[in-house]
């Protein structure tokens, strides 16, 4: 049993994982928005890992905190589970997939196309974005619903499955959508992309191996004067 003055603690951390978390996928799947309209750059890239290593943590403490506050609603008995709460924690695992989805098989893809945009990779990869961009967005925003409005208490299981339901549905098309109608560069910015690419790479190879010694990354200033 949790001491009664130490509930109140837990469902506040577990109300600031909800909400940090919320705000970390708000602000990757806008960032993600991008990739309809511009090339993926390599900062783009590291955003999306570092705010998945961060969701992760915050994932733990979700659970951490969710299994607690479960037990002690329903007092160690499955028949004291409310309709509500078993939709929670379906949302919750729904969303948990999801990310370990995002982590084996979003994020290397990504790298793998960086300096493309979304119209530009193979079709079963932008379904599958879609897919992932649609059950995220539609999870989260769920769980958070579920957890602040006192509405859903008086759902019962058949309006719970019927509200989520649609919801999902409603996010699916979207995000299918935006997979299907997401626009290709055109020759000109592929042409100039791989012009760009090659230069980057050079300058690259250039720094490296006068980094590592073969030459001076920059002259010396006597150099300039010698004879």
Request: glycine share 6%; net charge positive.
């Amino acid at each position: 049993m949790i001491p009664a003055d130490f509930l109140p603690v837990i469902k506040g951390v577990h109300l600031l994982s909800v909400l940090f978390c919320l705000s970390l996928v708000m602000y990757a799947d806008l960032r993600a928005s991008k990739l309809l309209f511009t090339p993926l750059v390599k900062q783009d890239f590291r955003v999306f890992e570092n705010c998945h290593r961060t969701l992760n943590i915050g994932l733990i403490l979700l659970w951490i905190t969710g299994v607690i506050i479960t037990v002690e609603i329903i007092k160690y008995s499955l028949g004291n589970m409310s309709p509500k709460l078993f939709a929670k924690i379906t949302v919750v695992t729904i969303l948990t997939a999801n990310a370990g989805m995002i982590g084996r098989f979003v994020l290397p893809h990504l790298k793998l196309h960086r300096g493309m945009m979304m119209g530009d990779f193979d079709p079963h990869i932008r379904v599958w974005l879609g897919i992932t961009f649609a059950a995220s967005f539609a999870s989260w925003i769920a769980a958070f619903c579920l957890g602040m409005f006192p509405v859903f208490k008086t759902l019962d299981a058949q309006q719970l499955l019927l509200v989520i339901g649609v919801w999902y549905t409603v996010m699916l098309g979207v995000g299918l959508s935006m997979a299907a109608i997401a626009p290709r560069l055109n020759q000109s910015e592929r042409v100039h992309l791989q012009s760009w690419n090659r230069r980057t790479s050079s300058i690259r190879e250039n720094c490296a191996s006068r980094m590592n010694g073969r030459a001076p990354l920059w002259p010396a200033k006597n150099a300039a004067h010698a004879t």
